[in-house]
């Protein structure tokens, strides 16, 4: 089982940028697809971005182009740099993984990202 843990939020003006970390452990790191996800105050949670275990990415049409999914399995971190940001996507931005072959979710806590002027 894999824990999640994620870091690298805050104020941010519009037009600025972020760099998300997600820092998984007790599992092999390695073996997880992870995706980030965020949830903004009274709408559903939606999908950002994904990576899989072979590195392969996709990205929502909104952020592409803009943010930059990544993932280094020597010291079990992901990231998401987010580059332009908007107001409207200030949010909690969540990871999550799931191993390869295996159907069970493990979500980190979020981190709060807030693009305000």
């Known amino acids: 089982q894999v824990q999640l843990v994620e870091s690298g939020g805050g104020l941010v003006q519009p037009g600025g940028s972020l760099r998300l970390s997600c820092a998984a452990s007790?599992?092999?790191?390695?073996?997880?697809?992870m995706d980030w996800y965020r949830q903004a105050p009274g709408k559903q949670r939606e999908w950002v971005a994904g990576?899989?275990?072979?590195?392969?990415?996709a990205y929502a049409d909104s952020v592409k182009g803009r943010f930059t999914i990544s993932r280094d399995n020597a010291n079990n971190v992901m990231y998401l740099q987010m580059n332009s940001l908007k107001p409207e996507e200030t949010a909690v931005y969540y990871c999550?993984?799931?191993?390869?072959?295996?159907?069970?979710?493990?979500w980190g806590q979020g981190t709060q990202v807030t693009v305000s002027s």
């Open positions: 007790g599992s092999i790191f390695s073996m997880y697809h």
């Open positions: 999550k993984a799931v191993r390869t072959g295996r159907r069970t979710d493990y």
């Open positions: 990576i899989t275990t072979d590195l392969s990415r």
